[in-house]
């Protein structure tokens, strides 16, 4: 077999067309993890009754089961929720009506807010609690302490670990194909098919996500010293 650099080259246009795909589904998902992540983190730090358990049992249960099987559960069981729920209350709305990305965004969201939680929730637990009494001790409430005193520290302190959740779903975005969402891998097996040349359809789909994943962690040297700034009072 040889490679066919000619093919190779000429692939890439084809497959950049795919990337804002590609973004889209982990952008949302990484905005939404991490929403959910800071509220299920909350939850569990601070026991909350009733939804600490619950809590608990979603990120054991996502954490404990594939990437893949959350996407199947979600795009095989939401239409028979919605339709159900629809039916119930009278409505003409079916999940037919639902844009196959949104079940990847959807999916892909509930799995990345049980790996964001457990990042956001070793952050927070890696603030000194004295910080906290000490915001207390001059009459700031308790979500004042959080945005102004925790937050901000638990945010540099998991950066590293956040930057690794935003790579890996990155890379887990490449699942949405199996949903029939044409990604940056979709378009590689795509192109692929017209001539067989899968090898080199696919290395040039490496070579992309390799050039985002440096992307990402060049974003994140750049947060990191500009937080390193202001630790070492560098930024008035």
């Not at 207390?136 to 998991?158: D, E, K, N």
Request: aromatic fraction near 12%; avoid cysteine; charged fraction near 10%.
């Amino acid at each position: 077999m040889k490679l066919d650099v000619s093919f190779l080259l000429d692939v890439f246009p084809l497959l950049l067309s795919a990337l804002p795909t590609t973004l889209l589904i982990t952008t949302v998902s990484v905005s939404v993890g991490f929403v959910i992540g800071i509220v299920i983190a909350s939850i569990r730090i601070y026991r909350v009754p009733f939804l600490y358990p619950i809590a608990v049992s979603y990120v054991t249960f996502i954490r404990g089961t594939p990437m893949l099987t959350h996407l199947f559960l979600i795009y095989f069981g939401l239409p028979l929720l919605v339709d159900g729920l629809a039916s119930f209350a009278g409505l003409s709305f079916r999940a037919a009506s639902i844009p196959l990305i949104g079940f990847a965004f959807i999916s892909f969201s509930i799995t990345a807010g049980a790996y964001m939680s457990e990042v956001v929730r070793s952050g927070l637990l890696a603030v000194n609690r004295g910080q906290t009494e000490a915001a207390y001790a001059i009459g700031m409430t308790t979500w004042q302490a959080l945005r102004r005193i925790v937050f901000p520290q638990a945010f540099a302190t998991s950066l590293p670990n956040l930057s690794n959740s935003v790579i890996g779903m990155l890379h887990g975005s490449t699942l949405a194909f199996t949903v029939s969402v044409v990604d940056i891998n979709a378009k590689a097996q795509i192109v692929a098919t017209t001539n067989w040349k899968f090898f080199e359809a696919y290395i040039a789909a490496a070579i992309i996500f390799w050039g985002l994943t440096i992307a990402i962690e060049r974003i994140t040297g750049l947060i990191e010293k500009r937080i390193n700034l202001y630790n070492r009072g560098g930024v008035a």
